[in-house]
């Protein structure tokens, strides 16, 4: 599977999840589109084309009134999830929502595993700041860590609840 392809099983879960939240009226997550500026087609049908702008977050919306924006990672590693797997980018727009008021978080699927867990933007923030000062030992975040820090998401009335770890979490 390609460095590309590797989430899309976990985002096709999260896009089901999504629709029956917002079918169940509990909550509006919209997918965000990633900007590509389409170039052409060749004769074959293949269409080339680039990355416009680096993109925010994969998911955004509302829930009971508040913002939500999160970004959506799967690895196949067994014991960490490695922090080159997002973005400065990704972590400074979650970074500004947060700011905002906004519910930002971290959906990384262990997929070896079969576990999800969501680490709050407060939480992503210290380990990424470790790695960016080049802290030893920082470059990724240990399973065992995400166990004791971070928040197990269930499968419970959707696939993947996320929203039962965002209601506990934030209160709602």
């Known amino acids: 599977m390609s460095h590309a392809n590797r989430g ?10 999504n629709k029956m939240y917002e079918n169940a ?4 997550i919209n997918k965000r589109p990633t900007p590509v500026k389409i170039m052409g087609q060749n004769s074959r049908g293949m269409i080339h084309g680039y990355l416009e702008k680096p993109s925010t977050v994969d998911y955004d ?8 924006v999160f970004e959506a990672k799967s690895t196949k590693e ?3 999830f490695p922090l080159g ?12 929502c ?3 008021g906004a519910i930002a978080f971290l959906l990384v699927e262990f997929a070896a595993h079969q576990t999800v867990y969501l680490l709050p933007y407060t939480l992503l923030a210290q380990y990424w700041e ?16 995400m166990d004791v820090y971070a928040y197990q998401v269930n499968k419970g009335r959707v696939p993947v609840d996320y929203l039962t770890v ?3 979490v934030w209160s709602m």
């Open 8 to 17: 899309m099983a976990f985002e096709k879960l999260l896009d089901y999840t």
């Open 25 to 28: 009226g509990m909550a509006l």
């Open 61 to 68: 919306g509302v829930c009971k009134g508040r913002a939500i």
């Open 78 to 80: 067994l014991t960490r």
């Open 85 to 96: 797997n997002i973005h400065e980018h990704q972590v400074e727009y979650m970074r500004k």
């Open 98 to 100: 947060h700011k905002c």
């Open 130 to 145: 470790k790695a960016k000062n080049g802290k030893r030992g920082t470059k990724s975040i240990p399973l065992q860590e």
């Open 166 to 168: 965002v209601e506990k």
